[in-house]
């Protein structure tokens, strides 16, 4: 099962809404619910950020019988120092965004508490990539740590 | 459309009446939880969806939806007849009604023990404070409006962990009053105790209860039907009655079942949030973490809560207005009546907490993950060739909705009028077909109204 949704960069009222209709396509499939919050947060965090920082971008949501796999493809500015970008408090948010709420440094450490697996690449000027998992099975997670 | 696993027995105060119901779509698309379908001419309740909001009692334009009550003759049964009022009673009366004419009525319908449900008050609230301590999950939810409390365990499921279960006035009151008649020597099979009910959520919350064993009050009467037969006793009003009542309420007790009459004695963050579609929107965004924490929502289906109750006869602004001048009057006597009632709670035992309160997801395709996925590819796939207007003509209340019912094999995709059209040109479906299964939906004499005839009904009126 596939979904994808374009998001806008800096359309700050839309953001949230792809991790809505997931949350309800998760409920529907009977997901643990306690599995499905942390999907649900780790992509809303994911959406912010390319609302936040990037031009636009492309979530990809794949949902098979073992796992959640999210991919967030943006255009934007990229990351320059990811392990930097991962520490908490840390922020190249504008003071614009900040006021709206959002920038606290906390998004990208937010996605990784929440996922089982994340993976991020990114090319300065050009964009960034990130990949996150949440397995369906106990085991299965504990396997890929 | 049943989900296996749920509980079949979930009772609702809120039912159709077929020989009233013409089948028209209003509570269909009015409802928040996509609980109504129209099948044979009539709309029809899906049980495990339906949380008792009453927006399809307010939608109906025919009186058609049924709110369930116990008869009045019931009381009669007992010697001692309690009647539990809660303070949007007086209030939803025009200002020159007074609130012993109101009193006096209660007593003439039948009542001979009036008690005001608010009571409890002060004893609600230092529980609240002891929940909250002791549990640490934020925001916490209040479960004073059991609709609420409902469509929490549908639709939010995930948020039942942080339902403040706290037990409402109501059962508080009710023992507290049972407690207080058996001192004085009453015998408790004696002792009928009648709520009177603003909502149909209440009348559910009382006879299936969630989250607690057994609510202490015997019967609900409806506040509309008391409404009426109060008015009627004042127009010709005798002399005054001589009922018992109690008077222990305090500006709070009139206050707390008005929009933030919990969030005001909460301290932290709070917010306090009534209607339906508001507490739903908000829902959704608390459910995403999209705000930072609160400390306490105090959330109500109605409009302007309980004075919006759908049972309410009186204008529920007015409603509003009236008990914030009574809650006025009270502020004087507050310490030391506040003083009083706690002493009194404190020699009586209370179920001060409920007991856990269990998700009852709603919409789910399947238990087993690897179906609901095939049934999820399926359902896309049907929602593609939809067309997306929610038109309601198919009998469910939007394309979402039927492609869900088709895929659980409670729907055809032939119910789609404009799928209809498509498969008669593609030679799949016959007009035949078609016109029987639109009959299926809307009845046999949609169109063959006699016209002529409703006009000369109007006549002889």
Known sequence: ?145 | MQDKNQNKDFHHALKVDNDLCFGCTHCMTACPTQAIRVKNGKATIIANRCVDCGQCYIACPVSAIDVEQDDLEMIFKFPVRVILIPSVLIGQFPRKILTSDIYDALKEIGFTHIFEVETSIDMVLDSYKQFMDEHKERPMISTFCPAIVRLIQVKYPSLVGNLLRVNPPINMSAVYFMEKLKASGIRENEIGLFYATPCAAKIAAIKSPVGEIKSPVTGVINMNFLYNRILKYLQNKRTDTGVHHTDDLTSKGILWSLTRGEVVHVSGRTLAIDGMKNVNEFLENIENEKFDTFDFLELRACDESCAGGILISGNRFLTVERLQKRALRYKDQETTQELKTKNDFQNIKINQFLDNIEPRPMGRLDENTAIALKKMERKHRLMCFLPGLDCGGCGAPDCETLSEDIVQGNALISQCVFMQQQMISQNLLSPDQARQINEDIWGGDRLGKDCNKIELEDENN
């Open chain 1, 1 to 145: 099962m596939q979904f994808r949704h374009k998001i806008a960069g800096g359309d700050f009222a839309k953001a949230g809404n792809v991790a809505s209709s997931v949350k309800k396509v998760l409920q529907q499939l009977n997901i643990d619910h306690v599995i499905s919050k942390r999907t649900v947060i780790a992509l809303y965090e994911g959406e912010v950020n390319v609302v936040a920082h990037a031009y636009s971008g492309i979530i990809e949501i794949e949902i098979d019988e073992e796992k959640i796999k999210i991919i967030i493809t943006d255009k934007g500015p990229g990351i320059a120092d990811i392990d930097q970008a991962m520490v908490e408090g840390f922020s190249t948010a504008t003071p614009q965004v900040r006021e709206m709420g959002f920038g606290a440094g906390m998004g990208l450490s937010n996605m990784k508490k929440n996922s089982d697996f994340m993976k991020i690449s990114s090319i300065v000027e050009e964009g960034t990539v990130v990949e996150l998992i949440n397995y369906l099975k106990p085991d299965a997670r504990q396997e890929s740590k």
